[in-house]
């Protein structure tokens, strides 16, 4: 199943490491983007950027699901 985790690379409540760490545990092959400008709301603080990423990653994972079918 495809992850993506984002992260804001200055939020004070996300400790961002150990967070990754412990997703690759569940599943090896997950995608992270850390936006160092951005606190909690990288979606609202790199709005534009955060976007981009996950509408990236949306059709990539649609494309691999087609092509796996």
């Known amino acids: 199943m495809p992850v993506l985790l984002l ?3 200055k939020d004070p409540l996300v400790n961002i490491q150990p967070s990754i ?3 690759r545990q569940l599943n090896a092959r997950i995608q992270s983007t850390v936006y160092e ?4 709301a ?8 955060f976007n981009h990423d ?4 949306v059709e990539s ?3 691999a699901r087609k092509n796996s079918d």
């Open 7 to 9: 992260y804001g690379g």
């Open 21 to 23: 760490a412990r997703a």
């Open 37 to 40: 400008n951005s606190g909690h």
């Open 42 to 49: 990288p979606f609202l603080e790199e709005a534009q950027r």
């Open 54 to 57: 996950l509408a990236t990653f």
């Open 61 to 63: 994972a649609v494309a």
